[in-house]
């Protein structure tokens, strides 16, 4: 069981205002992840992390930042909210035994911008 | 082309019967390959990590890889209706990133 957790669980929020969506865990893993998912599509990768001080871009990275101050926090902070960031986010953790990761998943935001 | 590929179904399989799904990946370096189970309105569950050519049994579930073909496929047997779900491929690539596919709807019929 894994105990990694997000909050908010949903966040109704207008235009233009920043919002910090936060993701923690207990399990004392480096690699921290956030995706990005639309009803019945693909997982996008936002932003991951290796560990504490490390943030590396995804594919959807260009509109929201990260930051990794300590290893069981990982925030992803949109600075302007927009209805097409309208979607579900999810926070993700790793843990590796030998070369082999497994990736363990949050609840999940569920994020509505009007 | 799309780093991993799924058919997204929906994919209709008799209750006891095997279901079957397949994902195509276009790294061919990629060394690591996983399935995840996602119900509705909920977060990725891990089913099975295979790194190796061949196949991996976890109790009803036998995941498969074929490296020189760039194939993975998820087969799970006696199918019952609460492995209703969409069915989630992921490849980590070159880049260390996991990439996930489409996913596959799998509907079990009673």
């Known amino acids: 069981e894994a105990d990694i957790y997000q909050t908010p669980r949903y966040l109704v929020i207008g235009t233009g205002k920043k919002i910090t969506l936060e993701c923690s865990q207990t399990m004392g893993h480096d690699k921290m992840y956030w995706y990005q998912q639309d009803p019945g599509m693909e997982l996008h990768l936002i932003h991951y992390?290796?560990?504490?001080?490390?943030?590396e871009k995804g594919d959807l990275s260009s509109e929201s930042t990260v930051s990794r101050i300590r290893t069981e926090h990982f925030p992803l902070t949109l600075e302007s909210a927009r209805p097409s960031h309208t979607s579900q986010y999810l926070c993700?953790?790793?843990?590796?035994?030998?070369?082999?990761?497994?990736?363990?998943f949050g609840p999940g935001t569920r994020l509505l911008v009007l | 082309q799309k780093e991993v590929e799924q058919n997204s179904g929906p994919l209709s399989v008799p209750e006891g019967a095997i279901a079957s799904l397949n994902c195509t990946y276009s790294d061919r370096v990629s060394q690591s390959f996983f399935w995840y189970r996602q119900y509705s309105g909920k977060s990725p569950e891990l089913i099975m990590s295979?790194?190796?050519?061949g196949d991996k049994e976890d109790g009803r579930f036998t995941a498969q890889l074929n490296k020189a073909s760039q194939y993975v496929s998820l087969l799970i047997r006696d199918s019952q209706p609460s492995d209703s779900a969409t069915y989630l491929c992921a490849v980590k690539g070159r880049d260390d990133k996991i990439i996930f596919g489409k996913g596959t709807r799998l509907h079990i019929l009673p």
């Open positions: 992390s290796y560990g504490v001080n490390s943030t």
């Open positions: 993700a953790s790793s843990v590796y035994r030998g070369d082999q990761e497994t990736q363990y």
């Open positions: 295979i790194y190796s050519n």
